[in-house]
């Protein structure tokens, strides 16, 4: 299990870092509309948000409130990678406090809390509304 949270941990930080850098260099909503008509960037889209909803799937057998799996949906929309990569740092963390193996990680049903996901929903809701700012105010 910690090859699994050494992963995560990567991919958490790497794709906050990688949101950064390109969050630098231009506006969330200022992709060229030559790059949102390609064929390959529309599949590569379609792709890692099937993907997404593939994960959530499995997330909301898991969690045991309407409003939990509801908000977790929306937040992997609006943050992806990071969303799931936290999420799976969090269920490995509380299977070494509760014990268990990583079969507790995958078949083990939470009682659905929301708070986590709600802030992060606010979160990913405030970059979103920054990176908008350019199509708003030009």
């Given at each position: 299990?910690?090859?699994l949270r050494?992963w995560?941990?990567f991919v958490?930080?790497?794709?906050?870092?990688?949101?950064?850098?390109?969050?630098?260099?231009?506006?969330?909503?200022?992709?060229?509309?030559?790059?949102?008509?390609?064929?390959w960037?529309?599949?590569?889209?379609?792709?890692?948000?099937?993907?997404?909803?593939?994960?959530?799937?499995?997330?909301?057998?898991?969690?045991?409130?309407?409003?939990?799996?509801?908000?977790?949906?929306?937040?992997i929309?609006?943050?992806?990678?990071?969303?799931?990569?936290?999420?799976?740092?969090l269920?490995?963390?509380?299977?070494?406090?509760?014990?268990?193996?990583?079969?507790?990680?995958?078949?083990?049903?939470r009682s659905?809390?929301?708070?986590?996901?709600?802030i992060?929903?606010?979160?990913?809701?405030v970059?979103?509304?920054?990176?908008a700012?350019?199509?708003?105010f030009?």
């Amino acid at each position: 299990m910690n090859a699994l949270r050494l992963w995560f941990s990567f991919v958490l930080v790497g794709m906050l870092g990688m949101i950064v850098w390109a969050s630098s260099r231009c506006a969330l909503f200022a992709i060229p509309g030559e790059v949102l008509r390609h064929p390959w960037f529309i599949a590569t889209l379609l792709d890692a948000y099937l993907a997404f909803v593939a994960f959530w799937v499995w997330l909301a057998w898991k969690e045991g409130t309407v409003a939990a799996r509801g908000l977790w949906l929306v937040v992997i929309l609006l943050w992806g990678n990071p969303a799931i990569a936290l999420y799976l740092l969090l269920e490995l963390t509380r299977v070494r406090r509760e014990g268990g193996g990583l079969d507790a990680v995958f078949t083990r049903k939470r009682s659905g809390a929301v708070m986590l996901p709600a802030i992060l929903l606010g979160l990913g809701l405030v970059v979103y509304l920054i990176g908008a700012k350019s199509v708003w105010f030009g």
